[in-house]
């Protein structure tokens, strides 16, 4: 690398998760139909907790942000997937290649940040309970949300501004649905494998520091509920349950494509799929299923437009 974009590739060619026509045409159907849901939910739950007052509290201002963050994350994919099923030939420019790869650890990075702030949240109201709107306050949380979102900045920045400027000059073809990094390294024209370590090495220490530290934190949370008296402990576990598998599920993923890859194409196309479409998508569902409030301002915002109607 000596300063200067060395590409002399304009466009990559990605292989896609599919290579029969049937196939590609159920997958078309079938990744549509849950890209809608994703964005449904997710605007269903900024509408509602924008909306209902009885949502306005750090927890779900929160919540707020992390579907805004999952549509993100998805929309950075996920369309192109789709568009690409019904193509022959699936091309992607080098800058659309360098975006995808620049905001898939922008956005991911942030979620992780966010999630972690998330669980600063339950560790407030649940072993602080009478500090929690001092401490949990408007500012606090905006300030909490911007640390995520510029902590997710620069690690997008700096994967970007390295695969950017590595030599392309020959091979262009990508074994994935979209641009990923570990496999965008390997196309470059020089020994990418310290490189490629290097990149997996600063994604491990986000990622597996985020992962600690919820993992600390939900633990001691959980002994701070078991210690307590039964009457919040169903609501606190409950609410903490829903944090839990939204970690896992997102967590467990990242792992295995970044910190520590199986170099499986098969499993890695899965994870990557898990990652971008199923996390965001299971997300919406675990916390509005699960929540009592959430339904109930589901109830009162469908009596808003039903009510006067069926009282006429």
Request: hydrophobic share 50%.
């Amino acid at each position: 690398m000596d300063g200067g974009n060395q590409s002399v590739v304009s466009e990559f060619i990605l292989w896609g998760l599919a290579n029969s026509k049937n196939l590609q045409v159920l997958l078309f159907v079938m990744f549509l139909i849950l890209y809608l849901f994703i964005v449904s939910g997710n605007i269903v739950i900024l509408v509602l907790i924008t909306t209902d007052r009885h949502l306005h509290s750090p927890m779900y201002f929160l919540l707020a942000n992390l579907s805004f963050v999952d549509m993100c994350l998805s929309s950075n994919t996920t369309p192109k997937m789709i568009s690409d099923f019904l193509r022959e030939v699936k091309t992607i420019s080098f800058a659309g290649c360098m975006s995808q790869v620049f905001f898939s650890h922008c956005i991911g990075g942030g979620e992780m940040v966010l999630l972690v702030v998330m669980a600063y949240d339950r560790y407030v109201a649940i072993c602080k309970p009478l500090h929690y709107f001092t401490i949990m306050n408007l500012k606090r949380c905006t300030g909490l949300v911007l640390i995520s979102w510029t902590t997710g900045f620069i690690h997008g920045i700096s994967y970007f501004l390295v695969v950017v400027q590595l030599p392309f000059c020959g091979p262009k073809e990508i074994d994935s649905f979209f641009c990923d990094m570990p496999l965008v390294i390997k196309l470059a024209c020089m020994d990418y494998h310290d490189l490629n370590t290097l990149m997996n090495a600063e994604c491990g220490v986000v990622a597996v520091t985020c992962f600690f530290l919820l993992l600390v934190s939900y633990t001691y949370i959980l002994f701070t509920v078991c210690q307590s008296s039964k009457a919040g402990v169903s609501k606190a576990l409950s609410t903490c349950s829903a944090h839990i598998t939204v970690v896992m599920i997102f967590f467990l993923p990242c792992i295995f494509i970044y910190v520590w890859p199986l170099s499986i194409t098969w499993l890695d196309k899965f994870l990557a799929v898990f990652y971008s479409v199923f996390t965001p998508l299971l997300n919406p569902a675990i916390y509005t299923l699960r929540n009592k409030e959430m339904k109930n301002a589901m109830k009162r915002f469908i009596g808003k437009f039903l009510g006067p109607k069926g009282n006429s």
